[in-house]
Nanobody
Framework: QVQLVESGGGLVQAGGSLRLSCAAS????????KGWFRQAPGKEREFVAA????????YYGDSVKGRFTITRDIAKNTVYLQMNSLKPEDTAVYYC????????????????????WGQGTQVTVSS
């Protein structure tokens, strides 16, 4: 079983930046895609970004395109989410997730495709 631990959340002013990290341990999925989702109070979980095992393919939700960047360090089994130009509407709990198989564009945003989830890290953007 893989364990995912997020870090890097916090409070930031609108227009600022944060970088989230997700470290995988345990029986890490050797061919896993990784993704980030977020959930604000009273709202459904929303797809943010995902990355294929090799890092060659990345996918983004419409609301974060051009502002967020997902990357991964295979050697460290860690995935990162660089968040720039943050807005108050980005406030949410951010979850890291992993798949047992590599990601394709048509499933990257489907949270049902992910097999493991972290506990989440809170991101709060003040106006």
């Amino acid at each position: 079983q893989v364990q995912l631990v997020e870090s890097g959340g916090g409070l930031v002013q609108a227009g600022g930046s944060l970088r989230l990290s997700c470290a995988a341990s345990g029986r890490a999925f050797s061919t896993a895609g990784k993704g980030w989702f977020r959930q604000a109070p009273g709202k459904e979980r929303e797809f943010v970004a995902a990355i294929s095992w090799s890092g060659a393919n990345t996918y983004y939700g419409d609301s974060v395109k051009g502002r967020f960047t997902i990357t991964r360090d295979i050697a460290k089994n860690t995935v990162y989410l660089q968040m720039n130009s943050l807005k108050p509407e980005d406030t949410a709990v951010y979850y890291c997730a992993a798949t047992k198989v590599d990601l394709r564009a048509d499933v990257a945003g489907d949270n049902a495709r992910y097999d493991a989830w972290g506990q989440g890290t809170q991101v709060t953007v003040s106006s």
